[in-house]
């Protein structure tokens, strides 16, 4: 099915181990982001590709690092996992000029 | 700066009910504002959309209004299923094609 996928969907990390989020869109949207999840705060963004090639710091982007592969894969990189970085985070994608962003399912990552 | 704010849940119905979910939001210039709904343990969906001042956006039997002059987007269906319980996100994107910024999300929880 066309949309975005994230891997893994589920991770336990233990504080200061490093993990990489992939996320894979097949829509050949130019634009990318990652947002995280947290209850009570909505989705927070991390992270945006404007385009391939391109990466800009959102509104919490502290602990993450990103890299936009090519135009398909947009990855997200924890470098040294904190108990504060237990959260959903959701990859999502839009086309230029087309407001609706496509979101994928989610990874679910709790760090203990 | 640009911000969006949501009332609180969880909003608890019986089936067939009215629903109303309020949204507000602080932005400069004229942004689009949407509503992104997410069933338990999915991604967002886009449900629908508005760009300028008295458009009203609809899906699903779902309705909003932009009000520019109240800053508002209130979320509405005249009669809820219990398929609809959910969490409803309010967002807008300041400019065209923009960043989304979330509201912290109202979970509905709809009773047969």
């Known amino acids: 099915n066309a949309g975005v996928t994230q891997t893994p969907k589920f991770q336990v990390l233990k504080t200061g181990q490093s993990m990489t989020l992939q996320c894979a869109q097949d829509m050949n949207h130019n634009s990318m982001y990652w947002y995280r999840q947290d209850p009570g705060m909505g989705l927070r963004l991390i992270y945006y590709?404007?385009?391939?090639?391109?990466?800009d710091k959102g509104e919490v982007p502290n602990g993450y690092n990103v890299s936009r592969l090519n135009k398909r894969e947009f990855s997200l990189r924890l470098e040294s996992a904190a108990p504060s970085q237990t959260s959903v985070y959701f990859c999502?994608?839009?086309?230029?000029?087309?407001?609706?962003?496509?979101f994928g399912s989610g990874t679910r990552l709790t760090v203990v | 700066g640009n911000s969006v704010t949501q009332m609180e849940g969880p909003v608890t119905l019986s089936e067939e009910a009215f629903l109303t979910i309020n949204c507000t939001y602080t932005a400069t210039g004229y942004p689009s504002l949407f509503w992104y709904v997410q069933y338990p343990g999915e991604g967002l969906q886009l449900l629908l959309k508005a760009t300028k001042a008295d458009d009203k956006g609809s899906n699903k039997g779902f309705e909003a209004t932009y009000r520019k002059e109240t800053t508002s987007f209130h979320l509405e269906k005249g009669s809820v299923q219990v398929s609809d319980s959910a969490v409803y996100f309010c967002a807008l994107s300041p400019n065209q094609g923009g960043k989304l910024i979330f509201g912290q999300g109202t979970e509905l929880s709809v009773k047969p």
């Open positions: 999502a994608s839009r086309e230029s000029g087309n407001y609706g962003y496509t």
């Open positions: 590709s404007a385009s391939e090639g391109t990466t």
